[in-house]
């Protein structure tokens, strides 16, 4: 029987992560694998791209291999978040022609699925960071507050990551 594709991505991208922890250390990710089931594999369910079944195995695979003890789930997840208006700014600002090419129907949707994912996140702790607050493209020491606000995160959060 043939694993299908979406399966396989999710195999994939979990053997990825595992490597990650692997390796030890400290890593920074642009998107995690639980963006991977929250948003993506639900969209796909939800416009009819992905059958019934091969969600309801998605979904099942993706609690029994990450959502567990076992799973090394990370210490922090930075969510960097901003109204519609300012995130298709900062689209059309960086000139990347396959974003401006993109529908804005489509940033809508993703900006609308992400909002409604993070708000149900738990696996880790989140800090929010609003768009707004820090521009590293006119001021790049701001790296400084961001990183400072971080730390002050993690310190407050570190006794939820030890379990």
């Not at 995690?32 to 369910?45: C, N, P, Q, V, W």
């Amino acid at each position: 029987m043939e694993l299908p594709f979406t399966n396989l991505f999710l195999a994939e991208r979990f053997k990825e992560q595992k490597r990650i922890f692997e390796y030890g250390g400290g890593f920074i990710q642009d998107r995690s694998i639980y963006e991977d089931t929250g948003i993506f594999a639900k969209m796909h369910f939800d416009k009819g791209t992905m059958s019934p079944t091969d969600y309801e195995t998605y979904t099942n695979l993706f609690d029994a291999m990450v959502m567990t003890p076992y799973f090394p789930h990370p210490d922090l997840l930075i969510y960097l978040e901003g109204s519609i208006d300012n995130i298709l700014d900062r689209i059309e600002e960086r000139g990347r022609p396959m974003e401006q090419q993109t529908d804005k129907a489509y940033w809508h949707e993703m900006h609308d699925r992400y909002e409604n994912w993070i708000d149900g996140f738990n696996s880790c702790p989140v800090l929010r960071l609003d768009i707004n607050d820090y521009d590293l493209m006119k001021n790049p020491d701001s790296i400084e507050l961001i990183l400072e606000r971080i730390g002050h995160f993690m310190e407050q959060t570190s006794h939820l990551r030890r379990r």
